[in-house]
Every structure is written in structure tokens, then in C-alpha cells.
């Protein structure tokens, strides 16, 4: 079936560096990914998200790329700051047999920003 | 700033009791889901509505049910609340624009079944 998995973790990164998270993806159907960050004791907050028609999207401080030959996502936190210390998840939009929208989440990578 | 309440946010019971785990969104979104995450690990869909009067299981098996009577109420229940359902359970509400689907998530509700 389908699966969207991380590659690594935890990372841990020195402050002011930038951080690279990665994600792997096996359903080459999906059309839509989004990159959700998650603090301790709260629920998973949108941070961004891309279409399969893009490879490259902006945010503020944020990057995410899309590699559709490879089936690989990243996101890209510039000048990281001790605020961006969180647990990561990617997630891949699907369409259901009832052919409804869900998302399907992967492992989740924890990011540690050393001061 | 997404408005999707879940409460209680901390539930510590014994076996075989009952309980209903709240969530409310203010923003008028027609689809809403309930995830199962433990802790540092990936969520899982237990079940998703699409509408009022419209409840579908999701992708993992639980043992919970929902209800949805009114558009902005997504309740959970477990009849009987064993050790294994301890886990965090989170609410989710989303809205389709254009090709987008961006879930909104309440804070979550962690529970500790005795």
C-alpha cells in the first residue's frame, strides 16, 4: 500500500545553521504534500505546502522541494532558531475509494536546535 | 490561527469506564477527522466525517465510535476504555479550496487508560 516514510529520526542542528528534514513518498498518484511541525504537547501546526505541478516552494524561513522522479520531499529551515525544535511530519494527499481527500503521514523526524 | 478546541486535554481513567473525548471547530469546515498518535510517532486516521450524519472509519482499526450531528461537533466515544487505548488522540477539521487540503489540528486529548 501506500506509505510515506522519513528517512531519519532526530537530527540535531546548531543554532543559526540551516536544516534540511527529508521525506520519502511511494504513492506517485499523490498531487499534494504538505509539511507539518509539531511542539511538544501541542497538535501538528501547517507550516507549507506544494503541489506535484511545482518543485520548489517558498516560505518565510522555509523551503520545500519536490522531486517527483525520485519520490523524495524535503524541507529546508534557514537560520534556525531554538523555537524551531519540534517533531516534523510530511504528508501526502491521496484520494480514498470514495474518492474523498485524506492524508497519510509519515514517521515524523524530531529537529534539535543546539543553542 | 486555526479554531479547533478538543478537551479534555489530559484524561486519566480506570478500565471499562466510558468516555467521550470533545471536539468543537468554529470555522464552519464540512470534513473532520480523529488521529491516534503515540507518542513521537506517525498519526493514524481512526476515523473521518465528511458531513453531518456522515462517519467513516479510517485506516486503523479502533474500537472508538463518532458522531456527527452538528457541523461544528465531532465527538469521540469508547464504550470501554481498556490499557491499549491509552495513546494522544487529535482532532483534525479541513476545508477543499481548489486542490488544497489543509487539515487544522486541536491541541489533542491525552489519554491514560488504568
Known amino acids: 500500500g501506500e506509505s510515506v516514510g522519513l528517512h531519519l529520526p532526530t537530527l540535531s542542528v546548531q543554532e543559526g545553521d540551516n536544516s534540511i528534514i527529508n521525506c520519502a513518498y511511494s504513492n506517485s498518484a499523490s498531487d499534494y504534500f504538505i509539511w507539518y511541525k509539531q511542539e511538544s504537547g501541542k497538535g501538528p501546526q501547517f507550516i507549507i505546502d506544494?503541489?506535484?505541478?511545482?518543485d520548489k516552494r517558498q516560505g518565510q524561513r522555509v523551503t520545500v522541494l519536490l522531486n517527483k522522479t525520485v519520490k523524495h520531499l524535503s524541507l529546508q529551515i534557514a537560520a534556525t532558531q531554538p523555537g524551531d525544535s519540534a517533531v516534523y511530519f510530511c504528508?501526502?494527499?491521496?484520494?480514498?475509494?470514495?474518492?474523498?481527500?485524506?492524508?497519510?503521514f509519515g514517521t515524523g523526524t524530531r529537529l534539535t536546535i543546539i543553542p | 490561527e486555526a479554531d479547533i478546541y478538543q478537551t479534555p486535554r489530559y484524561l486519566v481513567i480506570g478500565t471499562g469506564k466510558k468516555i467521550t473525548l470533545e471536539c468543537s471547530q468554529t470555522m464552519g469546515h464540512d470534513k473532520m477527522y480523529w488521529y491516534q498518535q503515540d507518542p513521537g510517532m506517525e498519526l493514524h486516521l481512526i476515523h473521518y466525517?465528511?458531513?453531518?450524519?456522515?462517519?467513516e472509519k479510517g485506516d486503523l482499526s479502533s474500537e472508538s465510535t463518532v458522531s456527527r450531528i452538528r457541523t461544528e461537533h465531532f465527538p469521540l466515544t469508547l464504550e470501554s476504555a481498556r490499557p491499549s487505548h491509552t495513546s494522544q488522540y487529535l482532532c483534525a477539521s479541513s476545508e477543499r479550496w481548489e486542490t488544497k487540503n489543509i487539515q487544522y489540528f486541536g491541541a489533542g486529548t491525552r489519554l491514560s487508560v488504568l
Open positions: 466525517s465528511y458531513g453531518v450524519n456522515s462517519t
Open positions: 504528508a501526502e494527499s491521496t484520494v480514498s475509494n470514495f474518492g474523498n481527500e485524506k492524508l497519510t
Open positions: 506544494i503541489r506535484s505541478n511545482m
